[in-house]
């Protein structure tokens, strides 16, 4: 499916998923506040191989430390990682490798996934639908970020099961549904 999509294609799904499904049902409230910065920095890999997206994800963070307008990135993993199993895999991986590189508490990655499936979860339930994305990504995020916008929430701890709760009441007609409406039309 993804051969012959455009990085500005794979961009554009992504967006409409960042707008249409976290924000617009608050999956994450401080979402809204970067995209209307526009400090959300799409970071589209064409790659396949580990090694080179492993390579993408601390280009990204290098990024991170020299434009500090840009406060997050989504890493969009255009054809790797289809499979969820290799996916989780990856992720062990990076998130080792942002230790071996001097990034813990620097910086912390989110995962999200087309088949994305929580722990003990069944693949059919709607609460998965918080971590699934258009495409494997990771989510680069600044620590000190994320210390801030927990520290100004109402109820950070809140959050999870307002959206498991939320998720759950759409169904998983409405949240498959929201999935697919994020890819753009092709001509």
Sequence with gaps: MTDNLTAEYIKSATQSWLQTVIIDYG??????????????YFSVNHDTDIEPCLLNLIAECDRLDTEPDIETTLLIYAKAFADFDDYLDFVEIAETLLSEQG?????????????????????DDAANYTNRSPYPMLHLLREASIEQAVASHPDPEGIPPHNIELTRKLGLA???TLLAACYPATS
């Design 103 to 123: 990034y813990e508490g620097i910086y912390q990655l989110a995962s999200f996934h087309p088949d994305y499936c929580f722990q003990g979860a069944d693949l």
């Design 27 to 40: 999956i994450c409230p401080f979402a809204k506040r970067e995209q209307e910065r526009g400090s959300i």
């Design 174 to 176: 409405k949240m498959q």
